[in-house]
């Protein structure tokens, strides 16, 4: 990555000749016990060639805890990384993450 944090290879979208990464790992916990109540927050991320999460986003918020754990848990997720002509490529998704706490 670059100093700024942001991925330097090019980003594609899943479409066409960009084949979307197929999910490894991507476990959702509790949340910690500092969140009550049903929540959800919405973010976008990189899947890189490697598979690995990176430039996590929050695209909507919802309270301070439980977009930081939001945030901690996407960027540890896996998965097998997007392909273009057969080479692994990044691709940026979006996914929404859910309290399971009542």
């Known amino acids: 990555m670059s100093q ?3 991925p ?3 980003i594609y979208k899943v479409g066409g000749d960009v084949s979307a990464p197929r999910p490894i790992s991507t476990v959702v916990p509790a949340p910690p016990e500092t969140v009550n109540g049903p929540l ?3 973010v976008s991320f990189v899947v890189a ?6 430039d996590v986003r ?3 918020r919802s ?3 439980f977009d930081d754990f939001a945030v901690g848990l996407v ?3 896996k998965f097998e990384p997007a392909t273009k002509e057969g080479s692994p490529v990044a691709v ?3 996914a929404d993450v859910r309290s399971h706490r009542p």
């Open 75 to 77: 960027s540890k997720w």
């Open 58 to 60: 929050l695209l909507k």
């Open 92 to 94: 940026r998704l979006e």
């Open 4 to 6: 700024a944090g942001k």
């Open 40 to 42: 959800k927050v919405r």
């Open 49 to 54: 060639p490697d598979g690995s999460v990176t």
């Open 63 to 65: 309270k301070s805890d």
């Open 8 to 10: 330097n290879y090019p």
